[in-house]
């Protein structure tokens, strides 16, 4: 026998075999081992040591194995009560079969003798497979005082973990984000949000801090950038009494009375203080609240001058007025109707509380009309009615949208709502033979209101089965099988295809979706008759629903069809790893990512290692750099922002607000700065640039956010830099620009080009249709509000323009062409979904991290791009050579020494902080391709005629006049807000990713690094019981008996309704996306949302009511019932992007965990929404509260049982057993899964 005489440790052999779930990490042997020959292999996941005195025995077999993916063992402590979750994420018919790590993903939950959660931990969740371990510690009073960080353990797989908070979590955090705790000792990190109570019996939060020195509470100074709280009640004179009368007692003619103040006591004050909060009122938002809970004034300052936004609510408890901040009001002066018309948001009901009139600031009135089952059948806003013609939805049995469409009909809503309501005819639509309806074949009837004959239909949506196949032609075809799955036909209840028609011509976009056995899209067809193009998706789906593999293949008349296929890799949690992209057999590696140890994205490399971009954040997950400023190597691009510990004399920021960036590029190797100053309302004032060459400054604004004056620096041709723009805005009577003048230079920046009293004109829908400043003398839109074409003619440094543009879009607001004509000469842009072409020549197709150019020799050249913090394009750079690397020219010498002088950095831009681009630098043109007209934002710049313009797809904005061209689409969302607005004034945080809305760049931390469980208890858990009881009050107050009608068929085999239908697809999902956005959870009910249908709408209402609650309370009925009909906009048709993972979101220990905005946001900005999800057992514990609340109140089974006599005389005895079952079906089967997947 061979004596070992010294360690050896053995990490040799790594493979990929089956191992039993026996797998340790480590192994080490003692002494006393010896081999003989007939023992098992040794396997092992990290390494194997054999310590002095084992013995081998001569001639024996040894046999010792690295297996870095080999499942390892749990441990879980027996001594403890715990609940452990374990998410299968391959096919297996028992544990026995886990061999791998990736094969499942494991938590548990350890609780103490009350029933507390104490510990809970994500097994194997960091990507060196260890533990990630949240320690939860309650001080005398039960109360979760400290919420504390996680950190990774190395100790036994899911073990019980006795922690000790210095070592463990301080000197952890202390370690690794060591500039957060400048001059702390251990005992002094705080890696913890505490919260300060008052002494009482309510326990409510006086204040609460977050990790890091900067955001420690200290509850005995108010100098520490903390949240704070008050509670109060109202004093005499303090808030206006608003009322709503009915002169004539006539429901639906509401009038706005003020009565004086409310009394003394009547109203309940929650006043909050954001980080940057010090004296005084600014940085505070108070909240006065009724005795209904309901909000009846938002109170924030500025200078310490109060804005008010006043919500006036009917005695049914109906939203019926909003008055912002903009109107003046005192003891004697009220709202005038002026005020009324052009800055109050109002809405009227009817006696069932349906919204009935809408009218938006700046906007005509808008009209909805319903039919007896209280679904939108028509609708109209004043651009419609000038005209004559109205939208309309048509539903199917179960309320699904089958068709809609615009009709000419000159009568207001009342008399044809009394019309509606005589109707006697069929309240649904049926499939049918093929017809010629409102000018198209299609597979429904005429049935309901109103008669589609001479209509135009507009889109049609067709589910349960292909017959709507039937007369098209064979590409449309079942492909049977796609990457080895087997399409199903079992197809009832899903979406199949559909029809969207191109505005403003006789061509159709037609696609069919086909699913495997699990109901999930893996073949998509598309054919748009407009653009000649045809296009196919094929999906390869992981066990969990997981992209692993993609097939584009697109075709444009007789050209040869483009096919690209994307692989896509992830880690054992569900990480995404690698993207691979083989377009025509040339393959490149899109992008490839890496994690920290607790799972956040820590840095990429793209265009396989063409450049590496890193990523720091603070302790609070705010990014601080984009690789290394001071340093910057082989890297194109550098990006810093700073916070709290501004380097350039700005004020210190403690609220997520930024108040310092730096960059740098290889073109020049300049490093430059902005410095940043804002209000108390987070609104942009200052921003200084490190040459003052550009900067920006005398930023002023109305209480609505309206742009008063903004002064630029910038290059005007010239050495002169000062004063490019000294811009003064006039407003009318609401929010509208009228006038803007420019002492400055009028030709450069923003052009100045009228001398009249009036530069700007708007139609009734309150879109801009004439810019004398630009020349443009018309502007026509379509029904969905989007330029259809702008007619201009001016003269730009001595160039003539003379021309117009024309759009054409689908129904469903998707831009498909933009023919441009100046001077007689005419381009056309053809839009087809990633792929954009130029006067029929394709130019670029779009992937993740940039474009890519088809060359002459049919060979592909890959574009990548640096993106900031808030998505717009920094700069773009191509391999064109093929070395392997970025030949970088910077004044005239090539830079890498390697004798290449062809610059392969193809643009940069660095902006204003309002998305004008700084001229007289950054000048790069590489290339003239039309995927680098995306600039601010990632938008697409329309420099065409001069306008200078970005197209945000929703809406047309204007960075030198700092506004959009028409009214966002969710004004009614941010009533303090003009709608004209961009970004909340703070354009170095938000961003609007389509013209809706502002989105936040930058997240708060994963749930882990947030102290999930408190925060969820206190604010998630209470809006998941809320929003269930709201989405309950919703289903069987605005939509009796839906819930429970369904065709015959339907009937028989105890098939729910639409509202059922909707809860049994969020059934189906991770609870993570069930409790984020409806629009981005639920696909199939995407697909279906349409103006007024039911189940996107009663989904969509679920989904904002749990991160939304408080909104809607805000809001009352007039945002819950309006908020999805609208906007025709809101159809999604399932494109590639659905199948593609997004690289922006975390995924810690199995949650997949999206971006969401700090809470410091809410409070400063009130209508900034925290998009928390969930996923844990403490999420099921709210969960399993909501399925309680559920059967209690009997909301959902309510709305089964309401309008059963009508259905009755329809189906007889059929509706009572259909109903028996559905009941059943729901009791039995859709709470306990949901409540089983939310554990």
């Not at 705080?190 to 955001?215: F, H, M, T």
């Not at 949208?401 to 639509?429: C, F, H, M, P």
């Amino acid at each position: 026998m061979r004596k070992i005489a010294k360690y050896i440790t053995v990490a040799l052999l790594f493979v990929g075999i089956a191992v039993q779930a026996q797998t340790q990490a480590n192994i080490v042997k003692q002494g006393d081992y010896t081999v003989t020959g007939n023992e098992p292999p040794l396997i092992a996941t990290q390494s194997i040591t054999l310590k002095p005195n084992s013995w081998i025995k001569s001639g024996s077999n040894f046999s010792a194995v690295i297996a870095p993916n080999a499942y390892l063992p749990i441990n879980l402590s027996n001594s403890e009560n715990y609940v452990f979750t374990r998410v299968y994420q391959e096919a297996m018919t028992s544990a026995s079969s886990i061999s791998n790590n990736s094969d499942v993903i494991d938590n548990i939950t350890y609780f103490d003798g009350l029933g507390r959660p104490k510990q809970q931990i994500g097994m194997r969740a960091s990507p060196d497979l260890q533990d990630i371990v949240t320690h939860i510690k309650y001080d005398k009073y039960g109360r979760l005082d400290k919420e504390y960080l996680p950190y990774v353990s190395s100790e036994t797989v899911g073990s019980y973990k006795e922690v000790n908070v210095g070592y463990d979590i301080n000197r952890y955090y202390q370690n690794k984000y060591p500039d957060d705790f400048t001059g702390m000792a251990l005992y002094e990190v705080n890696a913890n949000s505490q919260s300060i109570y008052e002494p009482s019996p309510l326990n409510r939060v006086l204040e609460r801090g977050a990790p890091g020195k900067d955001w420690k509470a200290d509850s005995g100074s108010d100098a520490d950038h903390t949240i704070k709280f008050d509670r109060n009640s109202n004093v005499v004179n303090e808030v206006i009494y608003f009322k709503v009368s009915f002169p004539t007692e006539n429901r639906e003619a509401p009038t706005l009375t003020k009565y004086g103040y409310y009394s003394i006591n009547q109203l309940y004050i929650t006043t909050t203080k954001d980080e940057n909060w010090t004296s005084g009122n600014n940085h505070t938002t108070k909240e006065y609240k009724d005795k209904q809970g309901r909000v009846v004034l938002k109170r924030t300052y500025n200078n310490n001058i109060a804005h008010d936004t006043y919500y006036v609510y009917d005695d049914f408890g109906n939203l019926t007025y909003v008055i912002p901040p903009k109107v003046t009001l005192s003891a004697t002066d009220g709202v005038s109707d002026t005020e009324l018309s052009e800055l109050c948001y109002q809405y009227k009901y009817d006696y069932r509380n349906r919204l009935i009139e809408k009218k938006i600031p700046g906007k005509g009135w808008e009209y909805i009309i319903y039919n007896r089952l209280n679904q939108v059948v028509m609708t109209q806003d004043a651009n419609m009615k000038s005209n004559n013609y109205w939208l309309f939805t048509k539903y199917d049995a179960i309320g699904r949208v089958a068709y809609t469409g615009k009709l000419t009909d000159s009568r207001d809503r009342k008399t044809i709502q009394n019309e509606v309501n005589a109707y006697t005819g069929a309240l649904w639509v049926e499939r049918s033979s093929a017809l010629m309806i409102g000018g198209v074949k299609m597979y429904y009837n005429d049935g309901s209101y109103p008669n589609a004959q001479n209509a135009e239909v507009l889109t049609v949506n067709y589910f349960d089965d292909f017959g709507f196949l039937a007369s098209e032609d064979s590409f449309f075809n079942n492909p049977n099988v796609v990457f080895g799955q087997t399409i199903d036909n079992r197809t009832k209840s899903l979406a199949t295809g559909n029809k969207v028609k191109v505005l403003g011509t006789v061509h159709w976009v037609t696609s069919a979706t086909y699913y495997d056995s699990k109901g999930r899209p893996i073949y998509i067809a598309t054919q748009n008759s407009y653009l000649n193009t045809s296009d196919i998706v094929e999906t390869k789906l992981d066990f969990v629903g997981k992209p692993i593999k993609t097939r584009t293949t697109h075709i444009k008349g007789n050209n040869t069809p483009i096919v690209a296929e994307d692989t896509f890799t992830y880690d054992h949690m569900s990480r995404a790893l690698k993207q691979v992209q083989n377009i025509g057999g040339q393959e490149e590696t899109i992008v490839e990512s890496s994690y920290d140890e607790l799972g956040q994205l820590e840095s990429k490399t793209v265009g396989g290692g063409l450049q590496t971009v890193d990523y720091k954040r603070n302790i609070r997950g705010w990014t601080t750099q984009i690789n290394d400023p001071n340093n910057l190597g082989n890297d194109l691009f550098v990006f810093k922002l700073s916070y709290g510990r501004p380097a350039y004399g700005a004020t210190a920021l403690y609220n997520g607000d930024i108040s310092e960036t730096e960059w740098r590029t290889a073109s020049d190797n300049i490093l430059r700065w902005n410095t940043y100053q804002f209000d108390a309302l987070g609104r942009l004032l200052d921003a200084n640039s490190s040459n003052n060459r550009y900067d920006v400054s005398n930023i002023t604004y109305n209480k609505n956010g309206g742009i008063l004056s903004i002064t630029r620096n910038g290059w005007q041709n010239s050495s002169n830099y000062t004063n490019l723009d000294v811009l003064s805005f006039t407003y009318d009577n609401g929010n509208k620009q009228i006038a803007v003048n420019d002492i400055g230079n009028k030709t450069h920046g923003f052009r100045d080009g009228n001398n009249s009293e009036v530069d700007y004109e708007y139609d009734l829908n309150g879109n801009r249709i004439v810019d004398r400043n630009k020349g443009v003398s018309s502007i026509t839109y379509n029904h969905l509000n989007l330029p259809q074409t702008i007619a201009a003619s001016t003269v730009v440094e001595q160039r003539s323009v003379n021309g117009n543009i024309q759009y054409v879009y689908d129904a469903n607001a998707n831009k498909l062409q933009k023919t441009v004509t100046n001077n007689g000469n005419t381009v056309t842009t053809d839009y087809s979904g990633n792929y954009i072409y130029e006067n029929s020549v394709l130019k670029s197709i779009t992937h993740p991290e940039g474009y890519i150019e088809p060359e002459n020799d049919g060979t592909f050249n890959f574009v990548y791009q640096f993106k900031d913090n808030v998505e717009n394009v920094r700069l773009s750079y191509s391999d064109r050579d093929g070395d392997g690397k970025i030949d970088v020219v910077r004044n005239n010498l090539d830079v890498d020494g390697d004798g290449d002088n062809n610059q392969e950095i193809l643009e940069e831009n660095n902006y204003y902080p309002f998305g004008g681009k700084h001229q007289g630098y950054n000048t790069l043109i590489g290339s003239t391709n039309p995927a680098l007209r995306f600039k601010f934002s990632n938008k697409e710049l329309v420099e065409e005629l001069a306008l200078g313009i970005y197209d945000y797809g929703a809406r047309q904005y204007d960075p030198f006049g700092v506004t959009w061209w028409g009214i966002d689409p969710l004004a009614d969302q941010f009533t303090e807000w003009s709608p004209y607005v961009y970004s909340y004034n703070s354009p170095i945080l938000f961003y609007d990713p389509d013209g809706m809305a502002p989105n936040c760049c930058e997240p708060e931390l994963p749930k882990f690094l947030d102290n999930f469980f408190g925060y969820l208890e206190r604010t998630v858990g209470p809006a998941i019981n809320e929003g269930g009881e709201k989405l309950g009050n919703f289903i069987a107050d605005f939509h009796p008996g839906v819930s429970a009608l369904r065709t015959v068929q339907g009937v028989e085999s105890g098939e729910i309704g639409a509202g059922g239908v909707a809860l049994e697809i969020a059934s189906s999902l991770p609870v993570t996306k069930w409790l984020k956005f409806g629009d981005e959870a639920l696909d199939v009910a995407s697909i279906i949302a349409k103006n007024g249908d039911e189940a996107a709408e009663a989904t969509q209402t679920v989904a904002k009511n749990v991160d939304e609650a408080k909104s809607l309370t805000d809001s009352g009925g007039a945002y819950g019932r309006f908020d999805n009909i609208k906007d025709t906009k809101t159809g999604k048709n399932i494109t590639e992007k659905n199948h593609i993972p997004t690289t922006k979101s975390y995924d810690l220990a199995g949650f997949n965990v999206s971006k969401y905005i700090g809470s410091a946001h809410i409070m400063k900005k009130a209508d900034h929404r925290a998009f928390i999800t969930t996923g844990s057992s403490k999420a099921a514990k709210a969960f399993r509260n909501l399925e309680g609340k559920l059967l209690g109140d009997g909301k959902f089974l309510e709305a089964f049982d309401l309008n059963a006599a009508a259905i009755r005389k329809q189906f007889g005895n059929k509706y009572d057993e259909g109903l028996k079952q559905a009941r059943e079906h729901y009791v039995n089967e859709v709470i306990p899964k949901l409540s089983q997947q939310a554990q």
